[in-house]
């Protein structure tokens, strides 16, 4: 089955923890993506990848850094986490940039105290 | 950097009623997609709109992309509880990446 996995699905740690989001895509996706999402303000891109070693920032990359080591997957890792990243977390592919439709993980909530 | 606006934030209506959300660029886009969220699921991807003046049906749902491709439309012909969720607009210039809406929350009242 095509799907976007991500893990964990819920998450409680503290501030300073070091910790990773996994996400993993196996429809061959050129294109991967992180959104987090808030009350009110909508899904926000953290950072994106078009390609094997090609990472770029998004709207809100303060915090947060990524890897594209291979196609499939693209962790998101937070390494001293703090509340203000309290949040909703997505993965997300797509089979190009921009212009094709982006497939969902199921999500990651994330709290830290 | 690009923003679209989306609106209403929130709307509530009696089953059977018609709902429509809205977002709207200063810019021109290359496409606009929309996508449907339930409650406690994530995004899942409706439709893309690409050409100018466009209108795409899903079976009670109708997509319109403006002929300035500065605005587009979903809107939902006599609404069932299965439609309740979070409609968003994602959209792009170019080949930035896409923009999303903050989203329309739709309940149904039965």
């Known amino acids: 089955e095509a799907q976007v996995t991500q893990n964990p699905r819920y998450l409680i740690t503290v501030t300073g923890k070091k910790l990773t989001v996994t996400c993993s895509q196996n429809m061959n996706h050129e294109y991967m993506s992180w959104y987090r999402q808030d009350p009110g303000l909508g899904l926000r891109q953290i950072y994106y990848?078009?390609?094997?070693?090609?990472?770029d920032k998004g709207d809100v990359p303060e915090g947060y850094k990524v890897s594209r080591k291979e196609k499939r997957n693209f962790p998101l890792i937070l390494e001293s986490p703090s509340p203000n990243q309290t949040s909703l977390y997505f993965c997300a592919s797509s089979l190009w940039h921009s212009n094709s439709p982006l497939h969902f993980g199921n999500g990651t909530r994330l709290t830290v105290t | 950097g690009q923003q679209v606006m989306q609106i209403p934030q929130y709307q509530h209506v009696q089953e059977g009623e018609d709902f429509t959300t809205y977002c709207n660029s200063s810019t021109t886009l290359s496409n606009i997609q929309w996508y449907k969220q339930r409650p406690g699921g994530h995004p899942v991807f409706l439709i893309q709109?690409?050409?100018?003046?466009e209108v795409k049906k899903q079976k009670r749902l109708t997509f319109q992309f403006g002929e300035a491709k500065k605005n587009s439309s979903l809107h939902i012909t006599a609404t069932q509880t299965t439609d309740v969720g979070t409609y968003f607009c994602?959209?792009?210039?170019?080949?930035?990446?896409?923009?999303f809406g903050k989203g329309t929350r739709l309940s149904v009242i039965a």
């Open positions: 994602a959209a792009n210039s170019g080949n930035t990446p896409l923009v």
């Open positions: 709109l690409v050409k100018s003046g």
């Open positions: 990848s078009m390609n094997v070693e090609v990472t």
